[in-house]
Antibody, heavy 119, light 108 residues
Framework: HEQLVESGGGVVQPGGSLRLSCAAS????????MHWVRQAPGKGLEWVAL????????FYTESVRGRFLISKDNSKDTLYLQMNSLRPDDTALYYC????????????WGQGTTVTVSS | SYELTQSPSVSVFPGQTAKITCFGD??????AYWYRKKAGQAPVLIIY???ERPFGIPERISGSSSGTTVTLTVSGVQPEDEADYYC???????????FGGGTKLTVL
């Protein structure tokens, strides 16, 4: 059974840091590129970051570039998102998602973890 | 920055056909993907590469592409189709994914 489970969300003050994790199971995690996608309260989906299957290539949406770092540990089947210099507009439900190997879209999603940035 | 434009809402009666459009000037060269998002649930991929259906998605859900516009069609709409629908594609650099703003499908 293929599954992604996010964790690490919480409440943090502006300027603080948080690290999200996404534990994968039921598939060969090392063979897949992975995404982080978020949804702010009352807003739409927003792509945040992408990492290639071999961890070499990393891409970020402009609003988080230089503050967030995506990584994956293929030995632990885990994806991470290190979030620094957090701002109130980073408040959102954060999902991890698998990019299918044939470029056929984000075909597996976790249930999300909530990040609230507030003083 | 690149944008994909969707109408905010579509309303149809059960059994009717709903069409949801997504406009982007890179769409003639880039594939589009569609996701269904229900409240409290994770997004679900329902169309990939403009018109392909993942396993388990019914035939009454289809996608098409024409120039700068892609269209998601839901035929024989059922109450359980009520959800937010998002298109996704990549920008002109072929690198950065972008979601449309989402379309709320209401079943009257």
């Amino acid at each position: 059974h293929e599954q992604l489970v996010e964790s690490g969300g919480g409440v943090v003050q502006p300027g603080g840091s948080l690290r999200l994790s996404c534990a994968a199971s039921g598939f060969n995690f090392s063979a897949f590129a992975m995404h982080w996608v978020r949804q702010a309260p009352g807003k739409g989906l927003e792509w945040v970051a992408l990492i290639s299957y071999h961890e070499i290539n990393k891409f970020y949406t402009e609003s988080v570039r230089g503050r967030f770092l995506i990584s994956k540990d293929n030995s632990k089947d885990t994806l991470y998102l290190q979030m620094n210099s957090l701002r109130p507009d980073d408040t959102a439900l954060y999902y991890c998602a698998r990019e299918s190997r044939e470029g056929s879209g984000m075909d597996l999603w976790g249930q999300g973890t909530t990040v609230t940035v507030s003083s | 920055s690149y944008e994909l434009t969707q109408s905010p809402s579509v309303s149809v009666f059960p059994g009717q056909t709903a069409k949801i459009t997504c406009f982007g000037d890179a769409l003639p060269k880039q594939y589009a993907y569609w996701y269904r998002k229900k409240a409290g649930q994770a997004p679900v991929l329902i169309i990939y590469k403009d018109k392909e259906r993942p396993f388990g998605i019914p035939e009454r859900i289809s996608g098409s592409s024409s120039g700068t516009t892609v269209t998601l069609t839901v035929s024989g709409v059922q109450p359980e189709d009520e959800a937010d629908y998002y298109c996704l594609s990549v920008d002109h650099s072929d690198t950065y994914p972008v979601f449309g703003g989402g379309t709320k499908l209401t079943v009257l």
